[in-house]
């Protein structure tokens, strides 16, 4: 069982289904105070009844029929792109909690049972955290591809490979258990690897006889008993990325120049490899393949390195609310590569000791 799991079943499922009453005649006032929000927020929305739907199974998955099982997810999924499409802030969720928390202080205000208001509050509380783990990235639950059975029944020596601030971190695993309702497998790992995915959800594994490669989504991390759960898994073609397409990130924040029709724009390097940067700056008038030239300086420990580039806009994220992701592709000189690879280097072996001290500090 999952740490998620084993803390929801020990402390939640039992207060849920003990005030099951409040939370079947609530969900309607939920409803109302969600729309209410929305349409205070986002006059411009205008919801379809299938939107309602998964608002309502949203409010059911989570209060009247909690599990934690893939059902669960699929309605958050199914929630968290409902918000995404029609760019609705997630924040919409927690106001509508507080909305909630406040009725049910209302709800227990003749008994005054402290316990319950805290239960309940630690129970918002938690799923809110739930919805941030799972969610700061869009996924859908894929069925296991057939290759997992196999590698599951006959021992199959597999590698991962997870990335800690764009450093590989990669070691012998196998498959020790296979869950077919919920799609999902568990793997052993080792303490790089559970502190790396902590940070990076995506993990990739390896089987070397056939070079089948699989991508997977971290669902859970174990610290505890070293065991990682993997969903979301599915089988790519390329193999693992090469070395110079390994991404670091600076340790101190680093801005860059971005130029474009004769004005500048400013931003700070988000990570960067042999043949591109992303950078995070507020919106910029740029459209995907736009031709820009970037300019930034790298400092190691005994030189600063200027690097200018006629770089193409590959593709844009959101970062935060207010923040975009701008992902640039350059084609570096003999002389720019080999430099941009010695920051690299330099780079994975301060990141190695970072996490070195980090595994110290957890272990300790």
Same mark, same amino acid.
């Given at each position: 069982?999952?740490?998620?799991?084993?803390?929801?079943?020990?402390?939640?499922?039992?207060?849920?289904?003990?005030?099951? #009453?409040?939370?079947?005649?609530?969900? =309607?006032? !939920?409803? %109302? /105070? &969600? $729309?209410?929000?929305?349409?205070?927020?986002?006059? @411009?929305?205008?919801?379809? #009844?299938?939107?309602?739907?998964?608002? =309502?199974? !949203?409010? %059911? /998955? &989570? $209060?009247?029929?909690?599990?934690?099982?893939?059902? @669960?997810?699929?309605?958050?999924?199914?929630?968290?792109?409902?918000?995404?499409?029609?760019?609705?802030?997630?924040?919409?969720?927690?106001?509508?909690?507080?909305?909630?928390?406040?009725?049910?202080?209302?709800?227990?205000?003749?008994?005054?049972?402290?316990?319950?208001?805290?239960?309940?509050?630690?129970?918002?509380?938690?799923?809110?955290?739930?919805?941030?783990?799972?969610?700061?990235?869009?996924?859908?639950?894929?069925?296991?591809?057939?290759?997992?059975?196999?590698?599951?029944?006959?021992?199959?020596?597999?590698?991962?490979?997870?990335?800690?601030?764009?450093?590989?971190?990669?070691?012998?695993?196998?498959?020790?258990?296979?869950?077919?309702?919920?799609?999902?497998?568990?793997?052993?790992?080792?303490?790089?690897?559970?502190?790396?995915?902590?940070?990076?959800?995506?993990?990739?594994?390896?089987?070397?006889?056939?070079?089948?490669?699989?991508?997977?989504?971290?669902?859970?991390?174990?610290?505890?008993?070293?065991?990682?759960?993997?969903?979301?898994?599915?089988?790519?073609?390329?193999?693992?990325?090469?070395?110079?397409?390994?991404?670091?990130?600076?340790?101190?924040?680093?801005?860059?120049?971005?130029?474009?029709?004769?004005?500048?724009?400013?931003?700070?390097?988000?990570?960067?490899?042999?043949?591109?940067?992303?950078?995070?700056?507020?919106?910029?008038?740029?459209?995907?393949?736009?031709?820009?030239?970037?300019?930034?300086?790298?400092?190691?420990?005994?030189?600063?390195?200027?690097?200018?580039?006629?770089?193409?806009?590959?593709?844009?994220?959101?970062?935060?609310?207010?923040?975009?992701?701008?992902?640039?592709?350059?084609?570096?000189?003999?002389?720019?590569?080999?430099?941009?690879?010695?920051?690299?280097?330099?780079?994975?072996?301060?990141?190695?000791?970072?996490?070195?001290?980090?595994?110290?500090?957890?272990?300790?």
């Amino acid at each position: 069982m999952s740490d998620n799991k084993r803390l929801f079943k020990e402390q939640f499922l039992k207060f849920i289904k003990g005030e099951e #009453k409040f939370f079947i005649n609530y969900q =309607k006032p !939920f409803l %109302t /105070a &969600f $729309f209410k929000i929305l349409e205070k927020n986002y006059p @411009n929305v205008h919801l379809k #009844k299938e939107d309602v739907k998964i608002i =309502k199974n !949203f409010y %059911t /998955a &989570f $209060f009247l029929t909690p599990a934690l099982k893939t059902s @669960n997810y699929q309605d958050l999924i199914l929630t968290v792109d409902l918000l995404n499409n029609y760019k609705i802030d997630k924040t919409i969720i927690n106001k509508s909690f507080l909305l909630m928390t406040n009725q049910y202080i209302k709800y227990i205000f003749a008994t005054s049972d402290i316990q319950k208001l805290k239960k309940f509050i630690n129970l918002i509380d938690f799923y809110i955290n739930f919805l941030n783990y799972h969610f700061k990235e869009e996924r859908f639950i894929n069925k296991l591809p057939k290759e997992i059975s196999k590698f599951y029944l006959l021992k199959q020596n597999l590698y991962v490979f997870g990335v800690y601030k764009g450093v590989p971190i990669s070691h012998n695993t196998k498959i020790i258990s296979i869950n077919k309702e919920e799609n999902s497998i568990k793997i052993n790992a080792n303490n790089y690897q559970i502190v790396a995915a902590k940070f990076q959800k995506d993990i990739y594994l390896l089987e070397p006889k056939t070079n089948t490669t699989l991508k997977a989504y971290v669902d859970d991390v174990n610290s505890y008993q070293k065991i990682l759960t993997l969903t979301n898994i599915e089988k790519i073609d390329r193999s693992i990325e090469k070395r110079n397409y390994i991404r670091v990130q600076p340790k101190n924040k680093t801005k860059s120049k971005i130029e474009y029709k004769n004005k500048e724009y400013e931003g700070n390097i988000y990570d960067l490899s042999i043949k591109g940067i992303s950078i995070i700056s507020k919106k910029i008038p740029i459209d995907l393949n736009d031709n820009v030239l970037i300019s930034f300086t790298l400092t190691t420990q005994n030189e600063n390195c200027y690097f200018e580039f006629s770089s193409d806009l590959r593709s844009i994220s959101t970062y935060s609310k207010n923040l975009l992701r701008y992902h640039f592709y350059f084609e570096p000189t003999t002389k720019e590569e080999s430099d941009l690879e010695k920051y690299i280097k330099y780079r994975e072996k301060e990141i190695v000791k970072e996490l070195i001290v980090y595994l110290n500090i957890e272990l300790s």
